[in-house]
């Protein structure tokens, strides 16, 4: 499954930004999906989750009432909302796709990411 991320960019505190992840070579729909980051310095965090029908979303503490994950599995691709967005969202955004249980999924196929930068 190759994994392709777009949609990052520069943008102003309180501003919104979609990022969207396109998926190819592979089963789309039985992938639980993901989006992760990654701030300088720092180690690779959860953002959110959704399993494969978009019943069931899991987001991390930090973005959770201002981000949202989304799937339209006919296209392949996954999508993270992101409004309200602060200096502290500041990273390079992953797209995964996994497989397990949606409370610990086993994450086989990354993208190679898109910075998002957030300007105070």
């Known amino acids: 499954v190759q994994l392709v991320e777009s949609g990052g960019g520069l943008v102003q505190a309180g501003g919104s930004l979609r990022l969207t992840c396109l998926a190819s070579?592979?089963?789309?729909?039985?992938?639980?999906m993901a989006w992760f980051r990654q701030a300088p310095g720092k180690e690779r965090e959860f953002v959110a989750a959704?399993?494969?029908?978009?019943?069931?979303?899991y987001y991390s503490d930090s973005v959770k009432g201002r981000f949202t994950i989304s799937r339209d599995n006919a296209k392949n691709t996954v999508y993270l909302q992101m409004n309200s967005l602060k200096p502290e969202d500041t990273a390079v955004y992953y797209c995964?796709?996994?497989?397990?249980?949606?409370?610990?999924?086993?994450?086989?196929?990354w993208g190679q990411g898109t910075q998002v930068t957030v300007s105070s």
């Open positions: 995964a796709a996994g497989g397990g249980a949606i409370t610990a999924p086993v994450y086989d196929y």
């Open positions: 070579g592979g089963t789309f729909s039985v992938y639980i």
């Open positions: 959704i399993n494969w029908n978009g019943a069931s979303k």
